[in-house]
Structures are given as C-alpha cells and as structure tokens.
Nanobody, 126 residues
C-alpha cells in the first residue's frame, strides 16, 4: 500500500507562484510514475503532469505546460517526495490538486494511477 499526502496549497494572486508537495509513504519501492491531476469546481478532472521513477522523463498536460515544473526525490524504499512548482498563475488554475502514483510509466490516464491523495486546494485570485 502507498499513502499520498499533499501540502502547499493556498491562495495566490494571479501572476504569482505556488509550490505543491506530495509525500508518498509505504511501499514506495513499488511506485513507478507519479503525477498531478486537478479538478476545478464544476469541471472534469484533468491531467497536470507526470514524472518517471528516475525523474528524467516528464510529461505535462496543456493546462500548465510552460508554467509548471515537476520534480521528485526518491528518498528511500518507503518514502518519496514530489514537487509541483506552478508559475504565472491564472484564476483558471484554481482547483483541487491531486497527487497520484502508479507502478508504470508516465501517462495522462487516470486509470494508470491506483493511488490518490486527498487533494490540496490551490486558489488564484485575479
């Protein structure tokens, strides 16, 4: 079992930056790709970014492409940390951001990530 805990959400003004963190614990030796999805009020869940086990391969969705950087640190066999740095924030970036993890490679498919965090709210004001 893998447990995911997000942190770092909050309120930011448009044009500013915000950093989200995800701490993975448990059987993290089984974790392959990790990533982020988000869901805005009244909208469907959408893919934000994914990063491979090594951290060398990354994949960004259209929503934050060019404005976000994903990274990870595989601290041990029982702990990983993943970071999403978001820049030039827009009001439409307001959403609940979910940390996800799976055993395979980077992908935008929700079904490839069996592990999900509870989500962290990021709000951008105009």
């Amino acid at each position: 079992q893998v447990h995911l805990l997000e942190s770092g959400g909050g309120l930011a003004q448009a044009g500013n930056s915000l950093t989200l963190s995800c701490d993975a614990s448990g059987r993290t030796s089984t974790v392959g790709a990790m990533g982020w999805f988000r869901q805005a009020p009244g909208k469907a869940r959408e893919f934000v970014a994914s990063i491979s086990t090594s951290g060398f391969n990354v994949y960004y969705g259209d929503s934050l492409k060019g404005r976000a950087t994903i990274s990870r640190d595989n601290v041990s066999n029982t702990k990983n940390t993943m970071i999403l740095q978001m820049n030039s924030l827009k009001p439409e970036d307001t959403a609940l951001y979910y940390c996800v993890a799976g055993a395979g490679g980077i992908t935008a498919q929700t079904t490839s990530y069996p592990y999900w965090g509870q989500g962290v709210l990021s709000t951008t004001s105009s």
